[in-house]
Antibody, heavy 126, light 108 residues
Framework: EVQLVESGGGLVQPGGSLRLSCAASGFTFSSYWMSWVRQAPGKGLEWVANINQDGSEKYYVDSVKGRFTISRDNAKNSLYLQMNSLRAEDTAVYYC???????????????????WGQGTLVTVSS | EIVMTQSPATLSVSPGERATLSCRASQSVSSNLAWYQQKPGQAPRLLIYGASTRATGIPARFSGSGSGTEFTLTISSLQSEDFAVYYCQQYNNWPPETFGQGTKLEIK
């Protein structure tokens, strides 16, 4: 059974830092791209970042570029999100999600999020 | 960035009836469109991808259609467990992949 378990959320002051973790089990972690998706309280879903299988490719939404860093440790079956210079607008539940590749064509690949963790809440407030 | 617009924001339907949810993309996303269901306090669940392919374990009462910029999620006969928020997501042009703002399906 595929399981994704996030941890590391909490209350942090504006400008502070936090590191989220996602422990994966039930599948070959090193074979999949992985993503972080967040959801502000009462709002919709926002993709934050993703990373390829060996960590050599990383992509971010513009609003977190330069502040957040996605990484992984395949030996530990774990995904991470280092969040620096946190702002009030970063307050959200952060979900870890597995990316399943649907197909590749013309040099591009297209993936969906087929499994999600239960999320961890990050609150940025003074 | 592709903007996804869902309508209506809230849909009130009686159990046993059909529900039709819409999603529009600001530019063509081909068939690279997914639908997710989210219940209160839970993570999203993948329902449909490729605009019309049901994910593993998803009941046949859920169906998706469309391509390009116009998409529809239809639930043929609503069950009590189907009342939730539904999100569409394009994964054609990324980064960033983008989600719609959601449609809340509530009991009439």
């Amino acid at each position: 059974e595929v399981q994704l378990v996030e941890s590391g959320g909490g209350l942090v002051q504006p400008g502070g830092s936090l590191r989220l973790s996602c422990a994966a089990s039930g599948f070959t972690f090193s074979s999949y791209w992985m993503s972080w998706v967040r959801q502000a309280p009462g709002k919709g879903l926002e993709w934050v970042a993703n990373i390829n299988q060996d960590g050599s490719e990383k992509y971010y939404v513009d609003s977190v570029k330069g502040r957040f860093t996605i990484s992984r440790d395949n030996a530990k079956n774990s995904l991470y999100l280092q969040m620096n210079s946190l702002r009030a607008e970063d307050t959200a539940v952060y979900y870890c999600a597995r990316d399943r590749r649907v197909y590749c064509s013309g040099g591009s690949c297209y993936s969906i999020h087929d499994y999600w963790g239960q999320g961890t809440l990050v609150t940025v407030s003074s | 960035e592709i903007v996804m617009t869902q309508s209506p924001a809230t849909l009130s339907v009686s159990p046993g009836e059909r529900a039709t949810l819409s999603c529009r993309a600001s530019q063509s996303v081909s068939s690279n469109l997914a639908w997710y269901q989210q219940k209160p306090g839970q993570a999203p669940r993948l329902l449909i991808y490729g605009a019309s392919t049901r994910a593993t374990g998803i009941p046949a009462r859920f169906s998706g259609s469309g391509s390009g910029t116009e998409f529809t999620l239809t639930i043929s006969s609503l069950q009590s467990e189907d009342f939730a928020v539904y999100y569409c997501q394009q994964y054609n042009n990324w980064p960033p992949e983008t989600f719609g703002q959601g449609t809340k399906l509530e009991i009439k």
